[in-house]
């Protein structure tokens, strides 16, 4: 079974760090796009960083403070975030796009996939 599992939310100070983790669980044989996606209560979903190869996006609100970077090798992606604001608290969300994985001697395409969910939590 392919999925997507996180890690590393917590609570930390305005100021602080902290680094998330997500990892592509299953056989893999590729994956387009990785990311970081983010809820806040009575908001809507995010994007906060995503890689496509060569290519990395980010929010005008996190540029400066937020780096993502990929490990293909361990189909893992990161989300290392510095100087946390309160307004940065939410759930955060890790996704993949364009996930192949081998399935009984195939490759098959699975989509789209979404982790469950970090919390993230900053105090003033």
């Known amino acids: 079974q392919v999925q997507l599992v996180e890690s590393g939310g917590g609570l930390v100070q305005a100021g602080g760090s902290l680094r998330l983790s997500c990892v592509a669980s299953g056989d893999i044989y590729s994956i387009n796009t990785m990311g970081w996606y983010r809820q806040a209560p009575e908001k809507g979903r995010e994007l906060v960083a995503s890689?496509?190869?060569?290519?990395?996006d980010a929010a005008d609100s996190v540029k400066g403070r937020f780096t993502i970077s990929r490990d293909n090798a361990q189909n893992t992606v990161f989300l290392q975030m510095n100087s946390l604001k309160v307004e940065d608290t939410a759930v955060y969300y890790c996704?993949?796009?364009?996930?192949?994985?081998?399935?009984?001697?195939?490759?098959?395409?699975?989509?789209?996939?979404w982790g469950q969910g970090t919390l993230v939590t900053v105090s003033s």
């Open positions: 996704h993949a796009g364009g996930v192949y994985a081998w399935h009984s001697g195939s490759v098959l395409g699975y989509g789209e996939l």
């Open positions: 890689n496509t190869g060569s290519n990395t």
